[in-house]
């Protein structure tokens, strides 16, 4: 059974006027439609891989552009110390250390381009009928 109602409320986040949780809810909403999309609800939160599940070398493309910008993100791991976002993991980006509250963190700018990333794969998923 799709999710709908959940990904309208996670794409909903594209509005609210927080960068950081434009691209979290904007992740949700990608997770959900590829998950029922194909049935892969054990892949856990390995978008990159879902991505590449598919076969398409532009969502390959994507997927990897993905991995990589979450991967260049400082967050804080599950001991309380300095880590990136893993690139199969991307709701350790619930924990970004951002430059205003942490030196050396992710600016604004830098979730800006991943919310275009994940933009770009959304469009790409719609054309080839994943409902996100």
Known sequence: MPHVVNR???????GCGHVLLTAYGLLVATE???????????KS???P?????IGDPGL????????TALAAIPCTDIRGN????????????RYARHAN??????????????????????????AKGVAV
């Open 8 to 14: 309208s409320a996670f794409l909903a986040a594209r």
């Open 32 to 42: 959900l439609g590829l998950k029922d999309h194909s049935g892969a609800w054990g």
């Open 45 to 47: 939160h390995d978008v």
């Open 49 to 53: 891989q879902m991505l590449d599940d």
């Open 60 to 67: 390959t493309a994507l997927g990897t552009a993905l991995r």
């Open 82 to 93: 300095p880590a990136s976002v893993p690139g199969h993991k991307y709701p350790h980006l």
């Open 101 to 126: 509250d942490h030196a050396g963190g992710t600016t604004d700018a830098h979730l800006r381009s991943l919310v275009q990333t994940v933009d770009d794969i959304i469009v790409q998923l719609r």
